[in-house]
């Protein structure tokens, strides 16, 4: 669902010209040092929405769904 690829909207730490650090919020692609309470939208969607669309419970788990259609010949 969210790969190195994905372009998240966040607030992230960025240094000026004189050397300071400070907030922004800035389109960025994923990586895993990103906050969770930073990410403001995956995708142009807010996370609330994301997660909904693509059944995330807010533990972080997925259903897994039964796969239909017939099992596959047994081999001896």
């Known amino acids: 669902m969210v790969t190195l690829d994905t372009v998240i909207k966040a607030r992230v730490t960025a240094k ?3 050397g300071i650090n400070f907030k ?3 389109d960025i692609n ?3 040092t ?3 309470d930073d990410i403001m ?3 142009g969607m807010d996370p609330e929405r994301f997660a909904k669309s693509y059944s995330i419970k807010p533990d972080g788990s997925v ?3 039964k796969k239909r259609g017939r099992k596959p ?3 001896a």
Do not use: G, H, L, R
């Open 16 to 18: 000026d010209f004189s």
């Open 24 to 26: 922004t919020i800035k």
């Open 30 to 32: 994923w990586n895993e």
């Open 34 to 36: 990103i906050k969770a």
């Open 41 to 43: 939208d995956i995708e």
């Open 63 to 65: 259903k897994v769904y």
């Open 73 to 75: 010949k047994q081999t």
